[in-house]
Structures are given as C-alpha cells and as structure tokens.
C-alpha cells in the first residue's frame, strides 16, 4: 500500500509564491522519476515539471524560470517552489512518482491533488 500525500495548496496573489510538497509513504523499496502536473478546469492534465532520482530535472516551458522542483530522498518528499504566480497557473496540481514496492520495477501512483488559485 503506498499513498502519496499533497500539501501547500492555496489563494495566493499573482506575483505570490507557494510551496507544494508531496510525500510518499507506505511499503516502499525505491522511487524513481517523481513529477508535477497540473489541470485546469475543462482542460487535460499536463506535465509541470519532473525530477529524477538523481535530481536531474525538466521543465514545461510556461514555469521555467519560475517554478523550481526538488526531493528528499531520505524523506521520500518531492516539493513544487512557485514563485511569480500568474492567474493561468490556476489548477489542481498532481504528483506523481514511479515507485517500487520490493523489486526495482515500478509503479505508477498518484496523489489526491491540491487546489491552486491565482487572483488577478
């Protein structure tokens, strides 16, 4: 059983800064790619950012140079840094990260989505 766990949703102004954070818990050998991604209302779901285990990272270009994605591995936490938030970063913002529960092939989980509103 793994869960993945999102915090730090919110209201913020645009220009604000938020801190997403995800933590992955439960029967756990190994995480993989872990990533962010987000879906707007009427919209599909679309990829923000992603980092590997080595913490080499990508970025959808409408966040780089804005958003900054990092983990800890020894906390099993991956973390979305927002800074300069627009009104189109409104979302539900999801993580998501390839998990292997007692081998190294992994699985694909997700967490329950936190809210994200930016006001004009």
């Known amino acids: 059983q793994v869960q993945l766990v999102e915090s730090g949703g919110g209201l913020v102004q645009a220009g604000g800064s938020l801190r997403l954070s995800c933590a992955a818990s439960g029967n756990i050998f190994s995480i993989k790619d872990m990533s962010w991604h987000r879906q707007a209302p009427g919209k599909q779901r679309d990829l923000v950012a992603a980092i590997t285990s080595t913490s080499s990272t990508n970025y959808a270009d409408s966040v780089k140079g804005r958003f900054t994605i990092s983990r800890d591995n020894a906390k099993n936490t991956v973390y979305l840094q927002m800074n300069s938030l627009k009104p189109e970063d409104t979302a539900v913002y999801y993580c998501?990260?390839?998990?292997?529960?007692?081998?190294?092939?992994?699985?694909?989980?997700w967490g329950q989505g936190t809210q994200v509103t930016v006001s004009s």
């Open positions: 998501n990260a390839h998990i292997g529960l007692r081998t190294a092939v992994t699985f694909s989980f």
